[in-house]
């Protein structure tokens, strides 16, 4: 089984990307963010194009803002909305979405951003994280979190960790509320796989972040152990984050019980020249 999760940053604006790169990397299960459509709207653009590729779907949207869906050729059964007991801001928002595939619990998310440290913004977040770990806390054994976490877990997870000084997602709390649904016994299985290496998912649209690799990695895939024990290959697919209207977040896949186009990664391709980790380029003022 091949597990992806991609933050598409408007799933009309990225429909020219998506569903090539679903005849190409043939994922199982796919967890969006971002998607930024109604339930109804994202029914009528995708339901078709996606069943013809095999992929039942459930979505949680709302216009504009937001939105997540889990796309899977392997079964789609029990699909919860939401996360219970979230907080809203201040009303709820469609940033979670579970159900079950292939006999894993899936929940794909989009972490609130945070804004500010302090901020109602950033509260909002660690609560919104609180909820989200009761809730995996709540599930079957078998789970993966994929999503767009909006949060580096070590300094090793950001270009340059100065640049990012007084930001959100590099803050203590927000690591330890990441740390805390860890806890639950989920792996990163990415950076378990490639510990020490320079992997990043996001790089910001503005003053060229993307070709100097100069990004974060705040998009994961958390697994369980009975999930984590399978994996066989988790990558970054930096290839679908190059080229004309790309989305500003990279896809991360991993394979389970085998890796159909072997163990690849960290990042594919890798960057042809990254600016050293810790060179003086400057963060872009807001994102």
């Known amino acids: 089984m091949r597990i992806a999760t991609w933050n598409v940053n408007s799933v009309k604006q990225r429909i020219p990307r998506l569903l090539p790169w679903l005849e190409e990397r043939r994922p199982d299960v796919v967890c969006l963010q971002e998607t930024k459509l109604a339930d109804d709207a994202f029914s009528d653009l995708l339901r078709e194009e996606l069943a013809g590729r095999g992929y039942d779907v459930a979505a949680h949207g709302e216009a504009t803002w937001n939105g997540v869906a889990i796309l899977s050729r392997v079964g789609i059964e029990d699909v ?19 159900a079950t595939c292939g006999g894993i619990r899936v929940f794909s998310v989009y972490v609130p951003n945070g804004r500010e440290p302090g901020s109602e913004h950033y509260e909002y977040k660690l609560a919104w994280l609180a909820a989200l770990r009761d809730a995996v806390a709540a599930g079957p054994e078998a789970t993966v979190v994929c999503g767009d976490i909006n949060i580096a877990p070590t300094d090793e997870d950001v270009f340059d960790p100065d640049a990012y000084a007084g930001e959100t997602h590099v803050t203590a709390p927000e690591r330890a509320a990441l740390a805390e649904l860890q806890a639950l016994g989920l792996r990163d299985v990415v950076r378990d796989r490639w510990p020490g290496e320079r992997v990043f998912t996001y790089w910001d649209y503005r003053a060229g972040m993307f070709h100097r690799d100069l990004g974060m990695r705040i998009d994961l895939i958390l697994a369980a152990a009975p999930v984590a024990e399978r994996v066989r290959a988790a990558w970054v697919d930096r290839k679908a984050r190059k080229g004309k209207g790309p989305s500003d977040h990279a896809p991360v896949l991993a394979d389970l019980d085998e890796a159909p186009d072997g163990d690849l990664g960290p990042v594919v391709p890798p960057p042809s020249a990254p600016v050293g980790k810790r060179g003086s380029a400057k963060l872009p003022q807001s994102r």
Request: aromatic share 6%; net charge neutral; hydrophobic share 45%.
């Open 80 to 98: 919860v909305l939401g996360l219970a007991g979230a907080p809203g801001f201040p009303h709820p928002e469609a940033r979670a979405l579970s």
